[in-house]
């Protein structure tokens, strides 16, 4: 069952409200923290464990906070591409793209992944993730830009679960045999489970090779049972998952990007297809397509720091005297073995190698300026 959008209903967000696995959460010993508006585990047995084991075995996570859409209709393709600036009518099915959801100044709202999950036969219909803190605001966007005959149905019946490591696979294929041999990078597909459709993307936000399974709430504790009964799988918490997002250099929407920030800034001109350079016809085109010819004045960038002491989001980055940016994401990197961080920082500032200096807790913190990822990607891509 999915759930229509009303307006009526866009005026009920409360919070924070309880996760279909929190009891399971609290049952594994977890620390349970307010975030996005739910209570979220921030970690087990520890962050630095979890983050090491997610790098070398498989971690679940819970990720259900995050909001689960279908646009379909005829038309869809179109319809999202006005709001877009992805090149969704060339999305084939069971394809999936990362994009990001733009105001009129070209402002990132959110960022997102979206999958055709087109059937054959049936009317277009493409399934979003959205951020769970900008989810609300996210359907009321679309619902108030997407045309009257497009539907938006949210999926709020469904859990979220993100099983992410170099062991993912191999885990994924003890409980659901055949499922991820069949699948790439950016790939998805549905599975019949224990008698449900549950829904499966090859695609995380770790840097690690995973999956993303959308299943039916009331089978999400004994899907996320199926899975930590192996020895290669532990439930793994928000604070390891930070880690590992940022030695991905994968930003943080909320953290590293807001509505303020456009896509070339932010470094995810990736996200703009060659046909949407080309044919503009997306929210901001004009303002973006001119930083993407001239460059941008800001850009984000990796950052190495020396010593121990980590850098926190807010802390002023200076060249000399003249502070030329700030930090938008910071911590220590068990998988570098240092910390790092993310931050904007003025253009000429931002050449890979720049010595900079940040200022936290009063002292002055050398750092340099990296190429990101911090930790290589390890998606899993088939050789053509």
Sequence with gaps: MTESISEDQLDEVAGPETLPLDAWHRANGARMVPFAGYLMPIQYEGIIAEHEW?????????????????????????????????????????????????????????????????????????????????????IGHLREFLP??????????????????????????????????????????????????????????????????????????????????????????????DSLRLEAGLPLYGHDLDEKTDPVTADLAFALSKKRRETGGFPGAEKILALLAHGPSAKRVGLLITGRMAVREGAPIYAGNAQVGTVTSGGFAPSVGQPVAMGYVEAGHALSGTKLTIEMRGKQIEATVTDMPFVPHRYFRKKS
């Design 148 to 241: 009257d005959e497009i539907a938006l149905n949210h999926l709020d019946d469904r859990a979220l679960l993100a099983l992410q490591g170099p062991r993912a696979a191999e885990a994924l294929e003890q409980v659901m045999p055949g499922v991820a041999d069949a699948l790439s990078f950016m790939q998805g597909s549905s599975a019949s489970w224990n008698g449900v459709d549950i829904g499966i993307s090859r695609s995380g936000y770790t840097g690690e090779d995973g999956f993303e399974l959308s299943v039916p709430a009331e089978k999400a504790e004994e899907l996320a049972e199926a899975l930590c009964a192996l020895d290669i799988v532990r439930p793994i918490g928000l604070g390891a998952r």
């Design 54 to 138: 997610a790098r070398t075995n498989a971690g679940l996570f819970d990720v259900s906070h995050m909001g689960q859409l279908i646009v379909s209709g005829a038309g869809a393709a179109e319809a999202l591409e006005a709001l877009l600036p992805g090149d969704i009518s060339a999305l084939k099915p069971g394809r999936i793209r990362y994009s990001l959801l733009l105001n009129e100044d070209g402002g990132i709202l959110d960022d997102l992944m979206v999958t055709n999950v087109t059937v054959e036969g049936g009317e277009p219909a493409y399934y979003l993730v959205v951020n769970g803190a900008t989810k609300w605001d996210d």
